[in-house]
């Protein structure tokens, strides 16, 4: 079972969740699904659309937005609409949770909606390290 990392009321990362796992996600109250893991990147992994189909089939709204290393500015601010474009709490995941976080951090430094300290504590209570992504 995956366990599911809360950041904020609004915000929780993931490594990889399965399909299985979606129902307790709209079970928790989630409302969105965010993957930022590209198609392929590992075997057995499941795919976007399989992922998708899983999350609507239990209520869940669902948007890929795949990162391969860093994110980039668009992919930042993709994430950052996703989120705000809901209301209730959003679960976002990739292979450890940590793309997940950094894209969501990144985005809430640069639109000024937290303030690096914050953000690292937070970080830091999810067990992410974010001292070393957020500038200062």
Do not use: K
């Amino acid at each position: 079972m995956t366990s599911f990392r809360r950041v904020t009321d609004s915000l929780s990362v993931s490594p990889q969740i399965g399909l299985e796992d979606l129902s307790r996600v709209a079970d928790e109250g989630f409302v969105l699904v965010i993957n930022n893991r590209p198609d392929g990147e590992e075997p057995g992994q499941p795919s976007s659309a399989e992922v998708e189909a899983a999350a609507q089939a239990v209520g869940l709204a669902y948007v890929h937005i795949p990162v391969h290393g860093g994110p980039t500015p668009d992919q930042v601010e993709a994430v950052r609409r996703a989120v705000a474009s809901v209301e209730g709490p959003v679960l976002a995941f990739c292979r450890s949770g940590t793309r997940s976080i950094v894209t969501w951090s990144i985005g809430q430094a640069t639109s000024g909606a937290a303030d690096r300290d914050v953000l690292v504590r937070q970080g830091a209570e999810a067990g992410y390290d974010l001292s070393g992504v957020l500038g200062r």
